[in-house]
Structure formats: structure tokens, C-alpha cells
């Protein structure tokens, strides 16, 4: 997380599930250290302008979206389940984007 944050990026989470699921989720978990993001009303709106919602199951996918400051969407990555994203691989395509 520190890396990102040298970088002036932040990370979020982002899920279908309300609210009060996605405490629980993180609790499960023991803590999550970035904030987790409700997309549930309506339902799955932001993942489907993202391009990362998955309408038959009707959940987000799991995805690395990186966004400028501007707002501009300027890469996604989606996973199959079990596969999470490297790290270090997003770190670095941050740095590319950057001019880095």
C-alpha cells in the first residue's frame, strides 16, 4: 500500500454488495486496508461505466482499474476467479502511465 501511496495513487475497493456485507466481509478477513465501495443502487452502475460488471452473475469482476486525476479511465485488467492481481506488475504500468 505504502508503494501506491508514494505514488499518489489510492486504491479501492469496489463490489455489488451492500454496505453492511462488505463490513462483514472485511472483518472476516481481519481488516482491509483500503476503503471498500458500495456499488449496490443501482445496482452495479459504476462496474458497468468501468466495463468490469459481470451482468450474468451480477457481481463486478475482479479488476485493476487505473484512473488519472482527471477522471480518465487510462487501463483495465479483469481476473478469472482465485487469480489475483500481481502487485508489482500494477505498480509498475502506474509508473508507465505516469511518465516514470
Known amino acids: 500500500m505504502k508503494k ?3 505514488k499518489g495513487a489510492q486504491l479501492l475497493g469496489l463490489s455489488c454488495d ?3 456485507g ?3 466481509w472485511a472483518q472476516a478477513l481481519g481488516g482491509i ?3 471498500l465501495l458500495s456499488d449496490f443502487h443501482p445496482h452495479g452502475k459504476v462496474s458497468q461505466d468501468l466495463g468490469i460488471y459481470n ?3 451480477g457481481f463486478t469482476l475482479r479488476a485493476v482499474v487505473i484512473i488519472d ?3 480518465v479511465v487510462r487501463a483495465t485488467h479483469t ?3 482465485g ?3 500481481n502487485a508489482d506488475e500494477v505498480l509498475a504500468e502506474l509508473v508507465t502511465l505516469q511518465g516514470g
Open 55 to 57: 451482468a450474468g452473475g
Open 18 to 20: 451492500p454496505v453492511p
Open 79 to 81: 481476473y478469472p476467479a
Open 69 to 71: 486525476p482527471q477522471g
Open 4 to 6: 501506491y501511496d508514494e
Open 83 to 85: 487469480v489475483l492481481p
Open 22 to 24: 462488505l463490513k462483514v
Open 33 to 35: 486496508g483500503h476503503p
